[in-house]
């Protein structure tokens, strides 16, 4: 079958198309037959080699890729007992890539925990552009379990996770006070923010002065800024953080690492979000879709500041 990989890291250009074998569904599996993938952040530090190290040999292709939509090809024996897709169905996959196993492929093998039915209202570019960016932001938001009238502040409200931050964290009925440039604030304020603080705004100053000196209940650092915003939290707060960090910002504020990969297997979440976005509660945000043999252009598209949404590859 058909894939996008690379046999060394680097730059774009060392994506190409490679051929391997196809693999099959075991059980408690599905294949999905991939018509999109979108292309995430997490694909460029893959490709250039910044989770195995970019000295590191290569034995087999790697193939980068977090989320697919498709059509099911293959069932598995041995279901889940509430599974409820056959081959034909539409559906979108998350996908946990290491070697060969990635979403840039014509075809990829998932638990069917992984799985779930393509939302209706959504194209396969549009339902595959939100699942890993989405489910990062429901396990954060799990995680820190706020109650209503709590207040969140969020960094890189514009960025794909920041957005669905905000959007999830409105529709539990947070107060929520987000970074976003002048231009971008109506696209921010559209996704349920409460308040838009201007990034060359000192942030911690603001969230501050918008809680009356208190700080804010949690914070969701999706732009990824440590301890530049720690002191936005209220003593015996809460920090979300997206990367490994040292940062310890005491005060009784305790620190969670979001990593999404780790959630692979919630099919609760990944069907919750699915039916979000097939209700218009979650939007879906596609910045532009290219043939899957163009990787290597979208991944210099990628690396190139101020798109807002996802490009996706079409298979």
Request: hydrophobic share 45%.
């Amino acid at each position: 079958m058909r894939v996008i990989g690379l046999s060394e890291y680097g730059a774009p250009e060392v994506l190409r198309t490679l051929d391997i074998p196809e693999p099959h569904a075991g059980p408690g599996q599905v294949r999905i037959r991939v018509h999109a993938a979108a292309v995430n952040p997490v694909d460029a530090i893959i490709r250039s080699g910044g989770f195995a190290g970019k000295d590191e040999p290569i034995t087999d292709p790697v193939v980068p890729g977090m989320d697919v939509a498709g059509t099911i090809d293959e069932v598995g024996p041995e279901q889940p007992g509430d599974f409820d897709l056959t081959v034909g169905d539409p559906a979108i996959g998350f996908v946990v890539p290491e070697g060969s196993h990635g979403g840039y492929s014509e075809l990829i093998v998932l638990s069917s925990l992984s799985v779930t039915r393509k939302p209706s209202t959504a194209d396969y570019p549009a339902a595959a552009s939100f699942l890993s960016n989405a489910l990062t932001a429901e396990i954060t938001l799990e995680h820190l379990d706020l109650t209503p009238g709590d207040v969140l502040a969020v960094t890189g409200a514009t960025g794909a996770v920041g957005g669905y931050l905000v959007e999830l964290a409105a529709s539990r009925g947070l107060v929520v006070i987000a970074s976003a440039s002048a231009d971008d604030t109506p696209l921010v304020l559209g996704f349920g923010a409460t308040h838009v603080v201007d990034p060359s705004a000192d942030f911690v100053d603001e969230v501050r002065a918008l809680t009356g000196g208190r700080g804010a209940d949690a914070l969701a650092d999706a732009a990824i800024l440590t301890d530049q915003v720690t002191g936005a939290v209220r003593d015996g707060g809460q920090i979300a953080f997206y990367l490994p960090t040292a940062v310890a910002p005491g005060r009784g504020i305790s620190v969670f690492g979001s990593y999404v990969m780790r959630s692979n297997l919630r099919h609760d979440a990944i069907d919750k979000l699915a039916r979000d976005v097939e209700q218009g509660h979650l939007t879906t945000r596609v910045a532009g879709t290219l043939p899957a043999a163009d990787a290597a252009t979208a991944h210099t598209l990628l690396e190139q500041r101020g798109r807002r949404g996802r490009l996706v590859l079409e298979f």
